[in-house]
């Protein structure tokens, strides 16, 4: 009989929010930056951002008053909206919205939603008319902005 080994220390999901300043910087561009070599197995032209903490960390940068790193482009621009006005903010809330709405109408009509039980299915429905509406209201407070 094999003893199932559990870890002690498992990694957990966490969901966090932070305000930060970033600039688009090449993957190469950062490691020049940084006056670090480019390691042989990475692409000095991968697409991404130089962000700066603002909100603790000892600097790493003379630059720079906050910690520094660098994030690819994809997992960045799923992270962090910019923040711009208030109008700006709005508008770029609502084209969130307008892309989770989508997924969620494509999902309606996918074998997966048709495996759900009927409950899990109106919540569904449910839902997605709260967001359709949730994105009038937003429609409505750009317009008169």
Do not use: C
């Not at 000095?44 to 906050?66: F, I, R």
């Not at 209201?137 to 008169?144: A, D, K, M, N, S």
């Amino acid at each position: 009989m094999t003893k199932k080994k559990t870890e002690k220390n498992p990694l957990r999901y966490y969901t966090g929010t932070k305000t930060l300043l970033a600039k688009v910087l090449t993957l190469g561009d950062y490691n020049a930056y940084r006056d670090w070599d480019m390691p042989d197995d990475e692409d000095a032209e991968t697409e991404g951002y130089l962000v700066e903490y603002l909100d603790g960390g000892k600097a790493n940068h003379k630059e720079h008053s906050g910690y520094i790193s660098w994030s690819p482009k994809e997992q960045f621009d799923n992270a962090y909206v910019e923040s711009g006005t208030a109008k700006q903010r709005v508008e770029s809330e609502l084209l969130q919205l307008q892309g989770k709405t989508t997924d969620l109408i494509k999902f309606k009509h996918s074998k997966k939603y048709e495996a759900l039980s009927k409950i899990q299915q109106r919540f569904l429905r449910i839902q997605l008319a709260a967001m359709k509406n949730y994105a009038d209201v937003l429609e409505q407070r750009i317009h008169i902005w």
